[in-house]
């Protein structure tokens, strides 16, 4: 069980990889970074950009104008974050209740930092 395991991660590193080399020979500008430190215009990653047009689409409704901010930021700034978005969109109606309360999870812990 662990070498499967091993092996499974091995592909989701390597896929990564991937998506990050192909990332960089397509790099373009996304957001501009929130830290008062760090103003440059940094590079987005494919999924966070898929998941930001994703909750764009399907869910800132659910969301005020400041909370679509900071979920905008999450999806950007952790690759995770936006992975597990894009699989809840994956079948938007079956999963639309479990997709916003998650998204009412991240920002109530948003919220609480």
């Excluded at 970074?33 to 689409?57: G, N, V, W, Y």
Aim: glycine letters at 4%; charged letters at 30%; a neutral charge.
């Amino acid at each position: 069980m662990i070498g499967r395991l091993e092996h499974q991660l091995e592909g989701i590193q390597a896929e990564f990889r991937e998506t990050w080399k192909g990332e960089k020979s397509t790099m373009s500008e996304g957001s501009v970074a929130t830290s008062p430190s760090a103003m440059a215009r940094i590079p987005t990653h494919l999924l966070s950009r898929k998941a930001r047009e994703q909750f764009l689409k399907l869910d800132m409704a659910l969301v005020s104008p400041d909370e679509l901010a900071c979920f905008l930021d999450l999806l950007t700034d952790n690759v995770i974050f936006a992975d597990t978005y894009l699989s809840l969109t994956k079948d938007p109606v079956r999963f639309a209740a479990g997709r916003k309360a998650w998204i009412e999870l991240r920002l109530k812990e948003i919220r609480e930092t």
